[in-house]
């Protein structure tokens, strides 16, 4: 077994390296990131510590993944915090160590207290959604905190 060794990967264009994380995120780092108007992608290169023992990402670091992707798309289209009261996560492919892993969201709805949001990953250096051929979808409910600071 190797070991991980903390290194600025290069990622893909016109990925950028993520500065501003917390610290359970920055700690499975390093997160890279690009957004347009239109849409925004979050992804990372994963490593030995992302994986399990036969070297597919592990579901629960996936899990991980797609709630910082959900938590993601309820700042950008809503400008609100929020927390996680239910995530469902169908894996659907695996990933493997040294995979570039990215991924999306959307807001599907948003109540006065409530965001539906749904969540989609895959393997690949391209930008543009893939058909098929995605590691996970995603759907969740995150309860409203408040509007974004």
């Not at 917390?22 to 957004?35: E, L």
């Not at 994963?46 to 993601?72: I, K, P, V």
């Amino acid at each position: 077994m190797t070991h991980d060794i903390e290194l600025d990967i290069k990622a893909p264009e016109p990925f950028k390296k993520s500065m501003r994380r917390g610290p359970f995120t920055t700690h499975n780092g390093p997160w890279y990131h690009w957004s347009s108007e239109e849409t925004f992608r979050q992804g990372i290169r994963l490593q030995e510590r992302h994986c399990n023992s036969r070297g597919h990402a592990h579901g629960g670091f996936l899990s991980a993944f797609a709630d910082g992707l959900l938590a993601t798309a309820i700042f950008r289209e809503a400008k609100l915090t929020a927390v996680t009261v239910q995530l469902t996560t169908e894996f659907l492919n695996e990933a493997r160590q040294g995979d570039w892993l990215q991924g999306t969201g959307r807001l599907i709805r948003a109540t006065k207290s409530l965001v539906f949001v749904e969540a989609q990953a895959w393997t690949g250096e391209g930008v543009e959604l893939p058909n098929e051929g995605l590691v996970f979808t995603a759907h969740a409910i995150f309860k409203i905190k408040g509007p974004a600071a």
